[in-house]
């Protein structure tokens, strides 16, 4: 019997969009920090209430499909934000090591309320 990795982007997802809809997929009820280069974005049109919530403005249309976004440097002030108000967060980040022309990316964190992280922050590489 073959183990299976879950904690990585699998092979076949070399775009952007669907390695966020894995992603959503695995991580299902939790807001996606999903890291692209020095943003984090958010392509689902059911992040509408969490982009409101942030106070996040629609990006105009780009090929990746990005919906909205902010800054990384802006990342930990809107995760206490959203742990404030009761939701648990997991954080996607690049890796370095590229599928095709799209970086591979991996869970780093995950945050619940009045919790603590389920895997650390740390170098994904």
Same mark, same amino acid.
């Given at each position: 019997?073959?183990?299976? !990795?879950?904690?990585?982007?699998?092979?076949?997802?070399?775009?952007?969009?669907? &390695?966020?809809?894995?992603?959503?997929?695995? $991580?299902?009820?939790?807001?996606?920090?999903? &890291?692209?280069?020095?943003?984090?974005? $958010?392509?689902?049109?059911?992040?509408?209430?969490?982009?409101?919530?942030?106070?996040?403005? @629609?990006?105009?249309?780009?090929? =990746?499909?990005?919906?909205?976004?902010?800054?990384? +440097? &802006?990342? @930990?002030?809107?995760? !206490?934000?959203?742990?404030?108000?009761?939701?648990?967060?997991?954080?996607? +980040?690049?890796?370095? =090591?590229?599928?095709? +022309?799209? &970086?591979?990316?991996?869970?780093?964190? !995950?945050?619940?309320?009045?919790?603590?992280?389920?895997?650390?922050?740390?170098?994904?590489?």
């Amino acid at each position: 019997m073959r183990l299976t !990795r879950t904690d990585r982007t699998p092979p076949g997802l070399r775009r952007t969009l669907q &390695q966020y809809r894995y992603f959503r997929w695995r $991580f299902k009820g939790d807001v996606l920090f999903f &890291q692209v280069g020095r943003f984090v974005e $958010f392509y689902h049109p059911a992040d509408a209430g969490i982009a409101a919530l942030l106070g996040l403005a @629609s990006m105009a249309h780009n090929r =990746r499909g990005a919906l909205w976004g902010f800054p990384l +440097a &802006q990342a @930990s002030r809107h995760l !206490r934000c959203l742990l404030r108000k009761g939701y648990a967060v997991t954080c996607i +980040a690049e890796t370095g =090591r590229y599928l095709t +022309a799209v &970086q591979a990316r991996v869970p780093v964190g !995950r945050f619940v309320p009045g919790g603590v992280p389920k895997y650390g922050l740390g170098n994904p590489h």
